[in-house]
């Protein structure tokens, strides 16, 4: 199973998301534009994503990137 990133695609998510697939590489992971998937929020949501950029990992956990830059809030989304 694959890693999701879920992300809204500002710069700061885009410069993240590069990152991570430089990491653990694209065939690793899922990549969720949730600003151009809005059904995907709520998927997010139950995921436990609480702001973007969030990697959700094969084994459920959820990593969230401390971006001082980015408001990132699920809420303000749309």
Known sequence: MKATLYHDGCKICSEVGQD???LIGLTNLDITHVG????????????GVKVFPALV???GNV???NVLEHEGNIECLL
């Open 20 to 22: 991570i697939v430089n």
């Open 36 to 47: 151009l998937h809005p059904e995907k929020e709520e998927e997010a949501k139950l995921k």
């Open 57 to 59: 990992l094969s084994n």
């Open 63 to 65: 990593l969230h990137f």
